[in-house]
């Protein structure tokens, strides 16, 4: 599966084509939709990185590798809430590749986070039921070369 496949998360439908697309008229839309956040700022941002998503689609390149272009070489566990950073060097990195590839609202909080919604880092502590799962879901998991 690609990148520009359309994907499906409980209703809400993502297409970077379609979406890239949008014009003035469907933010005004989205804008009185309340079943989303209703931001202009965040709503633009959703158009224009569909639109940096496909130019990078067509330079070549792939968002998965830039992602994964953030894992650490370490994966420390941690084991107290306190230990689990909002922000590392990586993320800091990633959200500067990704504003230079003309993405925005990824700051390196956000970008963060992608990193462990992708599972990049786990930051599942010590003793916790779902770190083991993650971790072996995490060592199937083919990386983008």
Known sequence: MNETNVTV???VVADPERVAAYGEGDVERLLTDARIIRHRGK???TIGNAR???ALHEQGGSLARVMWSAEPSEHPAPRRVEDVPAVTDGSVTLSRTLKRLG????????AYAAMQAMGIVDDHMVGCWRREPCLAERAATQVPG
Do not use: I, K, Q
């Not at 993405?103 to 956000?110: D, E, I, K, S």
């Open 52 to 54: 940096a998503l496909l």
């Open 103 to 110: 993405f925005r609202f990824v700051g390196p909080t956000t």
């Open 43 to 45: 709503v633009e941002a």
């Open 9 to 11: 998360v409980g209703r």
